[in-house]
């Protein structure tokens, strides 16, 4: 084959196999974050497929075109995400930096609209709060009968583990993080058992469910 054919066809080789292994898709969302149509929309999500389908480079942006969100996602169902994600107010001000590990809180911090930096943001006054199955009692009961103490840490480590998470809309845990921690592997114990709690009846405001950020302690003795 002529050489001048050659080239440009592993040129057309290469892009085709690009365009393949990128895929590009645009969702768009209602102001709860529910999926809509582009005429009844206030969000919409712009996520880019790579690593052949393994990896999730996403941006969110308000109907006026800001961005809301950037962040990666190992998967969308479950929810991974993974690397670090920046949220902003529509004024383009930063509100919000998340650094996850496959879907582990590791670093969060936060600003309000003039650059200010706060603390996490609280749950709005809901008409009816999280409730984990048969109350915060059982919550505590579920950890200390499935917690799996590490064998060999002795003396055994004391204090308080503060594990902070989000309850989500179909009462899952998602945003696990420990905000005070007694040792890494007690801390990442505390952790493993919240993110796999059984589904909590979730918060209501006007009349449907929400998100809402959670605090809960555990006493190490």
Known sequence: ????????????????????AQKTDT???????????????????????????KMYMVTDYFNSGKVQMTGSFLSFSPEIKDGEFLWYYENGSKKSQINYQRGSVIIAKYWDENGQETNAPESPKLEKQPEYPGGIQQAYKYIAENFKYPPGLIPRPKGRILIKFVIDKDGSTTDVFAAEIVHPLLDAEAIRLVKEMPKWQPGI??????????????SMQ
């Open 1 to 20: 084959m002529n050489l001048r054919l050659i080239l440009p066809l592993l040129l057309l080789s290469l892009a085709t196999t690009i365009a393949r």
């Open 27 to 53: 969702t768009y969302y209602d102001q709860d974050w529910n999926k809509s149509q582009k005429e009844n929309s206030s969000f919409y999500r712009v996520a880019e497929s790579i690593r052949n389908g």
């Open 205 to 218: 405001l006007n009349g449907k469910a929400v998100r809402v950020f959670y605090t809960l302690p555990i």
